[in-house]
């Protein structure tokens, strides 16, 4: 494709609702990353997948939030409960390789979610 | 995770002025990448720096890696409107974003 594109761009949750954020990345890109970025602060790391692997989760803030990317492709972040907190543009990124620190990371246009 | 610090936050020019921020860690680096976020915007890769003291430049864009590996710069010769955005740095395989370096210039 073009570019990472992500779907909704806009989601307004009441406060305890599950949401499902789509990714799409950039066809043949091995690596795909999630973001949290909260207003005014830079991104911060959620997970990321190599293929279908779900390589490092140690960003995810707690178990109600949850990522696949079951054939390697399209990713999906699902956040269980929703809280006020949650309430962030979530970013999505791929690169072509095996996402080591000396890829470029290509990013979607994110996805604005609040939580009310 | 890494801690890794820019300065400034915020930094308010008047168009044709330079800008420079700077994005210190407390380890040393593998490299580290620069990132520039327009207003409403997402991420866009700027730069790669991988050698200790190593320079590159993009037009007006100018980036620097310290020799011991624990800092860089990036300096904006003669600022323009469109350079309006935020700057991070970028470090490791997790891609630990900076704080950030919010540049408005004003015409």
């Known amino acids: 494709g073009a570019g990472v594109s992500q779907s909704p761009r806009y989601k307004v949750a009441k406060r305890g609702q599950d949401v499902a954020l789509r990714c799409d990345p950039i066809s043949g890109h091995v690596s795909l990353f999630w973001y949290q970025q909260a207003l005014g602060q830079g991104p911060e790391f959620l997970t990321y997948f190599q293929n279908e692997a779900q390589l490092d989760k140690s960003g995810l803030p707690s178990d109600r939030f949850f990522a696949e990317r079951p054939e390697g492709s399209v990713s999906t972040l699902k956040i269980q409960r929703t809280q006020q907190e949650d309430s962030a543009v979530y970013l999505c990124a791929s690169s072509l390789v095996t996402g080591q620190a000396t890829d470029t990371q290509y990013f979607g246009p994110g996805t604005r979610l609040t939580v009310l | 995770g890494q801690q890794v610090m820019q300065i400034p936050q915020y930094q308010h020019v008047q168009e044709g002025e330079d800008f420079t921020t700077y994005c210190n860690s407390s380890t040393t680096l593998s490299n580290i990448q620069w990132y520039k976020q327009r207003p409403g915007g997402h991420p866009v890769f700027l730069i790669q720096?991988?050698?200790?003291?190593e320079v590159k430049k993009q037009k007006r864009l100018t980036f620097q890696f310290g020799e011991a590996k624990k800092n860089s710069s990036l300096h904006i010769t003669a600022t323009q409107t469109t350079d309006v955005g935020t700057y991070f740095c970028v470090t490791g395989n997790q891609f630990y974003f900076g704080t950030g370096t919010s540049l408005t210039v004003i015409p």
């Open positions: 720096l991988v050698k200790s003291g």
